[in-house]
């Protein structure tokens, strides 16, 4: 028979023996807990860093938001360059259309027969022209020229007319190209 005092000493023994295993296996688990949070969070502050809070990821996102805005104004102007609706189905009658409406005084409707901008906007200056035609009293002088104005031909889209003086020379030419997206032609320049 064993001493009790034995016994309780073995058993303490035993429980202090086990109390340490599971405490080594603990301290493993807790230590390899703590070590992958380490590595989690060195990980998670990089990519913050790197794709948000440095001067190269602020960079970029500005890079970004302006190549969106670009494209978003592109296909804005031409959605709008679709829905115009100022302009012949030749370049004869886009000339025509834009004399008639000199004719009548109507300078703003004859500026919108002129090639809208990459916004799909008509250009300001084409008015502004017309207006200090006007001033100076040249819009007669103006539709009589435009209506001797004779093909002189193009290719594809665009589409060319003369004026000529009396010796046969040219001294003016207008140049229509054609709207891609509404497939009407614009007076390009004067």
């Known amino acids: 028979m064993e001493n009790p005092t034995i016994r309780s000493i073995k058993n303490k023994g ?3 023996s086990e109390r340490m295993k599971n405490n080594g296996k603990g301290n493993r ?4 807990l703590i070590l992958a949070t380490i590595v989690i969070v060195v990980i998670t502050t990089y990519l913050v860093w790197d794709n948000f809070l440095n001067a190269e990821a602020i960079e970029r996102r500005k890079q970004q938001k302006m190549y969106d805005e670009f494209f978003q104004a592109l296909e804005e102007g031409e959605q ?11 370049p004869q009658e886009t000339l025509d259309m834009f004399v008639s409406a000199l004719e009548k005084g109507d300078l703003e409707l004859a500026s919108k027969y002129f090639s809208l901008t990459v916004e799909g906007k ?7 022209a017309l207006e200090k035609a006007k001033e100076e009293e040249k819009i007669e002088e103006i539709i009589s020229k ?7 031909g193009g290719w594809e889209s665009y589409f060319g007319f003369e004026i000529k003086n009396e010796k046969g020379e040219i001294v003016y ?7 891609p997206y509404s497939n009407l032609w614009k007076i390009e320049r004067i």
């Open 14 to 16: 035993q429980k202090f």
């Open 29 to 32: 688990l807790k230590f390899t």
């Open 80 to 90: 709008k360059q679709r829905e115009d609706i100022y302009g012949g189905t030749t």
């Open 122 to 128: 008509t250009d300001p200056k084409w008015l502004v």
């Open 146 to 152: 435009i209506k001797t104005a004779s093909p002189a």
């Open 173 to 179: 030419d207008i140049g229509l190209k054609q709207n």
